[in-house]
């Protein structure tokens, strides 16, 4: 079956602009949870999502956002971009909410977004 | 602090030999996951193997196990038999709760070398 699709690969903005990320988790997963990862800080969790509700949350400002939708595809939108915003975003589905279930609730990266922000 | 350590910034292996990814972790709940990723340079996470925390038995898949010392806090994966695609970084992982806010916070990861 098809793994998690993340949208666009690859995208460079430019500062002050915002953005917006698409993940379209595996067929009958309903969480799915957000990473990014940048050489300095390494992967850091920034929300989760279950059933269209944000479940968790990291140690992000506001301008990180996120939703889910009721096919349990998901975006995360940052806007007012800063040049520290370029990272490897990370989108990962699970059957079960993260923290919940038993060793069966795998979770399962996608391929990434590089963000570049000028 | 950190939870997730993993001390081992790089390693060179020579191909065809077993290799050991150190992963040692800290947390006070007795209910946790531990999960370890491979990351080629395209950037995917590919899931490797999972260990919980009330598991008997170490984990298995195929080439990959993973020595869970529980006592220890310590969660080694091992490669056997290591091929040139297994070079790449590797993420060790943990799924916690933290003041009811539960998410997978990861090592630094250990860079992978597989050398003919």
């Known amino acids: 079956k098809a793994g998690v699709t993340q949208t666009p690969r690859y995208l460079i903005k430019t500062r002050g602009q915002q953005v917006t990320l698409s993940c379209s988790p595996i067929?009958?997963?309903?969480?799915v949870s957000w990473y990014q990862q940048t050489p300095g800080q390494g992967l850091q969790f920034l929300f989760e999502?279950?059933?269209?509700?944000?479940?968790n949350k990291g140690n992000f400002p506001g301008r990180f956002s996120g939703r889910q939708f009721s096919n349990s595809r998901s975006e995360m939108n940052v806007s007012t971009l800063e040049l520290g915003d370029s990272a490897l975003y990370l989108c990962?589905?699970?059957?079960?909410?993260?923290?919940?279930?038993?060793?069966?609730?795998?979770?399962?990266f996608g391929e990434g977004s590089w963000l570049t922000v000028v | 602090a950190q939870k997730i350590t993993q001390t081992q910034p790089g390693m060179f292996v020579q191909e065809k030999e077993a290799v050991t990814l150190d992963c040692t972790y800290d947390?006070?709940?007795?209910?946790?996951?531990l999960f370890w990723y491979k990351q080629p340079s395209s950037g995917e996470m590919i899931f490797l193997i999972y260990?919980?925390?009330?598991?008997?038995q170490n984990a298995t898949e195929g080439r990959y196990s993973l020595n869970f010392q529980k006592a220890r806090k310590s969660a080694n994966l091992v490669i056997s038999a290591s091929q040139l695609g297994d070079s790449a970084m590797y993420f060790c992982?943990?799924?916690?709760?933290?003041?009811?806010?539960?998410?997978?916070?990861f090592g630094t990861g250990t860079r992978l070398t597989i050398i003919p």
């Open positions: 260990q919980g925390s009330y598991d008997q």
């Open positions: 947390t006070s709940d007795p209910s946790y996951g």
């Open positions: 990962a589905s699970s059957l079960a909410p993260m923290g919940t279930g038993n060793s069966g609730n795998t979770i399962y």
């Open positions: 067929s009958g997963h309903r969480s």
């Open positions: 999502y279950f059933s269209e509700t944000q479940r």
């Open positions: 992982a943990m799924r916690e709760v933290n003041f009811g806010n539960e998410k997978l916070t």
